[in-house]
């Protein structure tokens, strides 16, 4: 049934929201497409954690087993890994990069022997070996021994895991910094693919730029399974890295700019809490049953072509069409949202409707072009530059610390599969929880406490790493807080930035973004020189990101910034303890007196 709208005084954006509809069936559309989205997003940022996943190893001696005759042995395979293989004195295993330097001559005597009674040292020299070697053997003192790198590869203990990256390659010990510079090579496409994308949203417009960003993340992430060495593989994490995250942020950007400002932070965090969880619980699993991770990918990455569907259903966001001056477009684009929606617009209105759409005080005359404003134009402004700024550090310390606290999982000693699950639900309570607690405590302060009790459960971590169970615990406190201070990042940076400059300046935030995600796989990877390390990072850059953010005005419940002097203005009047519950209902008790 289609409502006809009555004729009204409309005086900003919101209103015609409301007009249209501001959370009616296009908008819970948009929030069908964002959760697809939100699922490409886990993909991309969860699943190397899977893929890049080093299980235990050691030398392989499949050489010297093999040379010896196996067949004739009495010693079993692991008496001679033992007889090959140092153990490390801090972890009372074996080594992974190193073996002694044991002829095959030896081996297959020392094995083919029941054990060394005193006649056989006769045999054992006239024969023409070391005598020194067999006394070293017999009295279990393997130091004489000269230690060398695996020469002959490495054997994997996948037993119940699976296939991944560094197994088929061999990412590991002289090559172990492969993983890590294939997600920041992943982290440099993002540098590019941001600025790229960003100004293609400003330019082209949200949806084609948005469509670009997935096209992109799908054919690169089917070709990344065929690609079998080193150098291919790294250029496909790049052009993945381009995609990452602009195809989430374009179309959150496109999903808020056309929804009620009460809305606003539940159709981001509904998204993420189901779409991220989903993905994240489902993956390892499936991971787990197939036992090789290329198939899964092409199975994640195929999922990408559900946006050939989005044509029919979702529309070029009006506040872009407005600031680049195609009123009519933008006008015709709401009544095909009013027509979604089952409104009708009254044709009295659409002269209002437009001079809202064209913010007539700023139109210039007629025949003159109008200036597009620049991330320059940002600048100069005084508040808003100061804003855009303390904005960009949170967000970028934010994204950093999210990253690693996803990535250093792989570093904890229990099942990769348990502790990956444990992770990625967290992300349904700590996105359900952001939607209440964004709006009633506020962006600002939501941002501090949740940034200042993931530093604290790090830092305690920190100190607990005799403890396994109860690293794994903090740690999951700790991603279960960060999670919850991304969500407030993001609806932060949307909030502050104003229309006209919203694509450019959030493309800003995900460059610097980018530079600190670049580094996250680098402070995981500081853990193999002691496990506390990446804890104590993140907890000093938590504690100093939460401080930064209160700095930040408050943007809850109120309207987004269109023009340059709209985010000039923004937060100017608010005081420092601006928090929402408290305010409205300070104004209820002031109603009712």
């Not at 989005?310 to 872009?320: D, G, K, T």
């Not at 990769?416 to 607690?437: C, N, V």
């Not at 405590?441 to 009790?453: D, E, K, M, N, V």
Request: overall charge negative; some cysteine.
């Amino acid at each position: 049934m289609v409502e006809l709208t009555t004729p009204t005084t409309l005086t900003n954006f919101e209103d015609l929201l409301n007009l249209i509809g501001g959370w009616c069936r296009y908008q819970k559309t948009l929030l069908a497409f964002f959760f697809f989205n939100c699922m490409f997003l886990a993909y991309a940022a969860y699943t190397p954690v899977l893929f890049l996943y080093t299980p235990d190893h050691f030398c392989s001696v499949d050489h010297i087993w093999n040379a010896t005759g196996s067949q004739e042995l009495l010693w079993h395979e692991d008496q001679v890994l033992n007889l090959l293989i140092p153990i490390e004195e801090f972890s009372g295993k074996r080594s992974k990069c190193l073996m002694y330097n044991v002829s095959v001559d030896v081996v297959r005597f020392c094995a083919s022997t029941v054990w060394f009674p005193l006649n056989t040292r006769l045999q054992f020299t006239t024969r023409g070996y070391n005598l020194s070697e067999l006394t070293a053997l017999e009295m279990e003192n393997r130091t004489e021994f000269e230690k060398i790198p695996c020469s002959h590869g490495w054997y994997y203990n996948t037993t119940g895991l699976f296939t991944s990256v560094i197994t088929d390659m061999d990412w590991v010990c002289d090559d172990a910094w492969k993983g890590p510079f294939s997600q920041s090579m992943f982290s440099i496409g993002a540098l590019f693919g941001t600025l790229l994308f960003g100004y293609m949203a400003d330019t082209y417009g949200r949806l084609s730029a948005w469509y670009a960003s997935n096209i992109v993340l799908m054919v690169a992430g089917l070709a990344t399974p065929f690609m079998s060495e080193f150098i291919g593989f790294s250029c496909m994490r790049f052009l993945q890295g381009m995609s990452y995250d602009s195809f989430f942020t374009i179309f959150y950007v496109l999903a808020l700019e056309c929804v009620s400002s009460d809305k606003r932070a539940l159709i981001g965090n509904l998204a993420l809490a189901i779409g991220m969880t989903v993905a994240g619980c489902y993956e390892p699993w499936t991971l787990y049953f197939l036992q090789n991770w290329k198939i899964l990918n092409t199975i994640l990455y195929a999922q990408v072509a559900v946006i050939i569907l989005a044509p029919w259903f979702v529309f070029e966001s009006i506040r872009w069409l407005a600031s680049q001056g195609r009123i009519d477009e933008a006008y015709e684009t709401i009544l095909k949202i009013a027509k979604v929606n089952g409104m009708e617009i009254d044709p009295s209105l659409e002269s209002q409707i437009k001079k809202i759409l064209a913010n007539e005080e700023e139109i210039k005359p007629e025949g003159e072009m109008q200036k597009k404003a620049t991330l320059l134009d940002l600048m100069r402004k005084p508040n808003l530059r100061k804003n855009f700024i303390i904005m960009v550090i949170v967000f970028m310390l934010t994204y950093g610390l999210f990253d690693t606290n996803v990535r250093v999982i792989g570093n904890l000693e229990q099942s990769i599969y348990i502790t990956f699950t444990i992770s990625s639900f967290l992300e349904l309570p700590a996105d359900l929880l952001a939607i209440l607690g964004l709006d009633w405590i506020g962006r600002r302060w939501s941002a501090f406490t949740s940034l200042l009790f993931s530093g604290i459960a790090m830092g305690v971590g920190s100190l607990m790493t005799s403890y396994p169970l109860i690293v794994m615990i903090l740690t999951m406190f700790g991603r279960f807080f960060v999670t919850y201070a991304l969500n407030t990042a993001l609806n932060i940076g949307l909030e502050i930035i104003p229309t006209v400059v919203r694509g450019q300046g959030l493309a800003v935030g995900r460059l610097m973004s980018c530079l600190a995600i670049f580094c996250s796989p680098y402070i995981v990877f500081t853990g193999t020189i002691d496990k506390s390390i990446p804890y104590i990072i993140i907890a000093i850059v938590s504690f100093f990101a939460a401080c930064m953010a209160t700095l930040l005005p408050e943007t809850a419940d109120e309207e987004l910034p269109d023009t340059l002097e709209d985010g000039e203005k923004f937060g100017k009047k608010q005081s420092f303890w601006n928090v929402p519950f408290l305010k409205n209902r300070k104004e209820t008790q002031q109603i009712n007196l």
